[in-house]
């Protein structure tokens, strides 16, 4: 018997941002993919991450392969996928906080179809998630958090503040985009760990030039130069700042959650995600061996899907 297809095209959603937020725009845009009669389920990822989770700009897979696609955990024949374009002001002086996005994400769902929705979040989109729980618990059905605390942890912060005026200065020197490319690579070496690093490089540089570029560093700048692709200095300073004003009581959420994250994450270490799961007065936890550090979410989406598949299915 042959299954009948239900999925249909993606369609981008014009969502306005609420008055009271006009420096973050008048609207931005989320994107529904799938089954239209399916369950809602929101994909939220980092600060680089878009709308695209679902249905790719240029190809039919999102940026989350390995979790959403045919026959995987999230499927577009039975779910109906939505993505979401992070607010942020563009001129790079206000920094939303995770509840503001909440709100935006709020005024999505109802776009979409209303809600409630399963919501998916990982790193700065499991903040998101969080605070709409916290905030809008109507809106919630479950909660999937990966590598998402309650509230940023104070190396976390450091690093990113360090990040920050890293662009702040490139932007007052007319050298934006450079500075943003240093602060990601700098980014980067909090995402993965030294045990992956010691697995691709070789450590040192090559001769006497003190700026002589390393292995890594042939990686590190390539990634870096390649972020400037998807965001702005500005934007980053926006939504950089904005995971540093996340604080939510996980007390007060009440939606099942399964709680993800990685021995190796240097940005939320497993025990904030164990004390999160702890104070949630509903959670599941479980903390992954992962070569990959913060970026689990990505690096090992497959391995995440077979605990993430059940948990939504389960009654």
């Known amino acids: ?19 009271h937020l006009a420096d973050l725009g008048s609207y931005t845009l989320a994107r529904i993919a799938g089954n239209r009669t399916g369950p809602l389920v929101v994909a939220l990822g980092g600060i680089s991450a878009d709308r695209f989770v679902a249905a790719g700009r240029y190809r039919s897979m999102g940026w989350w392969p390995g979790l959403i696609g045919p026959g995987l955990a999230i499927d577009p024949e039975r779910h109906l996928i939505l993505g979401l374009d992070f607010a942020a002001d563009e001129s790079g002086r206000i920094a939303p906080t995770t509840h503001e996005q909440a709100e935006i994400l709020a005024a999505a769902i109802a776009a979409a179809d209303g809600g409630p929705a399963i919501v998916i979040g990982a790193s700065y989109g499991g903040m998101i998630a969080l605070a709409l729980a916290e905030r809008r ?36 020197t007319g050298r934006g985009a450079e500075a943003q490319s240093i602060a990601r690579a700098l980014a980067m070496t909090t995402y993965r760990t ?24 042939v990686y590190l700048r390539a ?88 948990f939504l299915e389960a009654a």
């Open 1 to 19: 018997m042959l299954m009948t297809r239900v999925a249909e095209a993606a369609t981008d959603i014009e969502v306005p941002i609420p008055t």
């Open 223 to 310: 990634r870096g130069d390649a972020y400037g692709e998807v965001m702005s200095p500005e934007r980053f300073l926006s939504l950089s700042g904005s995971i540093d004003r996340h604080d939510v009581d996980p007390a007060k959420i009440g939606a099942p959650t399964l709680v993800l994250g990685a021995v190796s994450d240097r940005l939320v270490p497993p025990g904030q995600s164990e004390a999160l799961a702890a104070a949630l007065p509903d959670a599941q936890l479980h903390i992954l061996d992962c070569l990959w550090g913060h970026d689990m979410f990505l690096k090992d989406a497959a391995r995440l899907g077979q605990l993430i598949g059940p």
């Open 194 to 217: 030294h045990e992956e690093f010691a697995g691709r490089f070789a450590g040192g540089i090559p001769d006497a030039d003190p700026l002589s570029v390393s292995e890594a560093g």
């Open 137 to 172: 618990p109507e809106l919630v059905e479950k909660l999937v958090i990966i590598s998402a605390p309650a509230a940023p942890h104070p190396a976390a912060t450091a690093a990113r503040e360090i990040q920050r005026r890293i662009v702040a200065l490139g932007l007052e």
